[in-house]
């Protein structure tokens, strides 16, 4: 009954006309976010985050969780007519929506899309609301050595579920905590990677990193890829509405993805890639029409776009109750929170728990904003495609640079966000993952205090690592997580070859 008293106590809060006002900004700019192929809600939120400091942090929050969902939304867009997915998580969604589009259904894909979007999102939400509670619960009785092991699953799964190398994922996760660990040791106030430069002392401001990797880097490599891309749009005519045949065959593969995509979602790989391809490979297993899957299979966008919404909700469970972002976008997120001073984590539904039920109750109200402004208004945002790409990444770089101006007037940090953004550039030419990066770069000094607390205790003792249970069964996970991607093929390989071999 708390649950539900408190959330009423979040509606109560949300319903008021500022915060109205907050998710309506956020959804729209999510979904113009979406839409613009190439700019993904990291970058977003990345670049507003100097703006938002003398924002009310639940106002401010608002508009960041408002943007997050609406990218999901309008990502679908772009992947049906475009062929181009505006961010990773609706890359599944165009392989069927593109060839829908194409074959005159565009209508009935986007409207597949946006109603399973809005199914998964109540799904998901409801599922945050009360499972986070119990998690938080939970992690009150979590010790310094769970944390740390925590951190280090969450660091494994992201490094080796996200991108195409290991090898790749480790480098960029290393530069990142390389990062974090700039300034001066927290414990002992000795000089680390300052190389005597006095503006160096308190560290890298963590905003100066998601400004650099996200805004710069990827506005350079926006325009370097201008060249080269090639769009060919669809024009979208015809019945928006889905029949009764395809309203039969959507349903299902709406209420799976919704339960797939927050269970992945909440799970310490987090983020959208994975839930939405395992829904494709679900629905594709399930569904009566396999042959047309990859030529235009409804099921095919009802499955990935539900999972693809349904994973932010997930996200928001182990970054609000154990205070660990499991994708790049819930990290940006999680620096917002601290820019307020506001630390998620067990205590902040204790803490904060009117910012936490009205950041929740958004979630609803959102939902059915993006509802009401996707679907009716689909060939409004299609027309925005036609700004000219080198005018909007030019304007990303300006933007950022002065951002970051803004925050310290400082020519050394803009200095330092200039090098950031074209490491970011050169990250994405060769194929690093930069998600890996960014978690380092946050997570890092995080884990780093917590193993320090756990040696500090045990008298320097690694052994504490390995006295309970929960910190060995992640650490366990983690190497899991690490090894079976690489090992399990080799394994599974030769045991086909000698199966064939004995034939």
Not at 59 to 85: D, E, H, K, R, V
Not at 164 to 186: C, E, H, P, Q, Y
Not at 433 to 441: E, F, I, N, S, T
Request: a neutral charge.
């Amino acid at each position: 009954m708390d649950v539900f008293a408190d959330l009423l106590g979040g509606f109560a809060n949300a319903l008021e006309p500022q915060y109205l006002l907050f998710a309506a900004i956020g959804v729209t700019i999510g979904t113009l976010v979406g839409v613009l192929p190439g700019i993904g809600p990291a970058l977003a939120l990345a670049l507003l985050l100097p703006l938002t400091y003398g924002f009310d942090p639940t106002g401010a929050l608002i508009i960041f969780a408002g943007i997050y969902y609406g990218s999901l939304y309008g990502g679908a867009i772009t992947s049906i007519l475009l062929n181009t997915p505006g961010e990773a998580g609706s890359v599944a969604t165009a392989i069927d929506g593109y060839p829908m589009a194409k074959a005159g259904r565009a209508g009935p894909a986007l409207a597949t899309a946006v109603m399973g979007s809005f199914t998964a999102g109540i799904i998901s939400t409801l599922g945050l609301t009360f499972l986070a509670p119990l998690v938080a619960n939970l992690a009150k009785s979590f010790q310094a050595t769970d944390y740390f092991a925590l951190m280090v699953l969450a660091f494994v799964s992201v490094t080796a579920l996200v991108g195409t190398s290991i090898i790749r994922g480790m480098i960029s996760l290393f530069a990142g905590l390389f990062v974090g660990l700039v300034g001066l040791d927290f414990l002992t106030g000795q000089q680390r990677f300052t190389f005597g430069s006095t503006a160096l002392l308190g560290g890298i401001d963590i905003i100066i990193v998601v400004i650099g990797l996200f805004a710069i880097g990827e506005a350079l490599y926006g325009l370097a890829r201008l060249q080269y891309a090639r769009e060919d749009p669809v024009e979208f005519s015809g019945r928006i509405w889905l029949n009764k045949s395809e309203r039969k065959r959507v349903w299902k593969p709406w209420i799976r993805g919704g339960f797939l995509g927050f269970f992945f979602g909440s799970m310490p790989t987090g983020g959208s890639e994975v839930p939405t391809f395992l829904s494709y490979n679900l629905e594709k297993r399930l569904s009566k029409h396999k042959e047309e899957f990859g030529k235009g299979a409804i099921e095919g966008v009802a499955g990935p776009e539900s999972a693809n919404n349904a994973s932010f909700s997930g996200v928001l469970v182990p970054l609000l109750t154990l205070g660990i972002p499991t994708s790049a976008t819930a990290a940006i997120i999680l620096t917002a929170f601290q820019i307020y001073n506001i630390q998620p984590g067990p205590q902040l539904f204790e803490n904060s728990p009117d910012l936490v039920w009205t950041l929740i109750a958004s979630l609803f109200i959102g939902n059915i904003m993006l509802l009401v402004i996707n679907l009716p208004l689909v060939k409004v945002w299609i027309k925005i495609l036609s700004i000219p790409k080198t005018l909007l990444y030019t304007g990303i770089l300006v933007f950022g640079i002065l951002g970051v101006y803004s925050l310290s007037g400082s020519l050394t940090d803009m200095m330092i966000v200039c090098a950031i953004g074209v490491a970011g550039f050169f990250m994405r030419v060769y194929d690093f993952p930069v998600a890996p990066a960014v978690l380092g770069a946050i997570l890092g000094p995080m884990m780093e205090t917590q193993l320090r607390r756990a040696l500090s205790i045990s008298q320097n003792d690694f052994s504490v690592f390995f006295t309970r249970p929960l910190t060995v069964g992640l650490l366990i996970a983690a190497l899991a997580v690490l090894v079976l991607p690489t090992v399990l093929p080799k394994v599974l390989g030769r045991a086909k070859r000698a199966e064939s071999a004995g034939q």
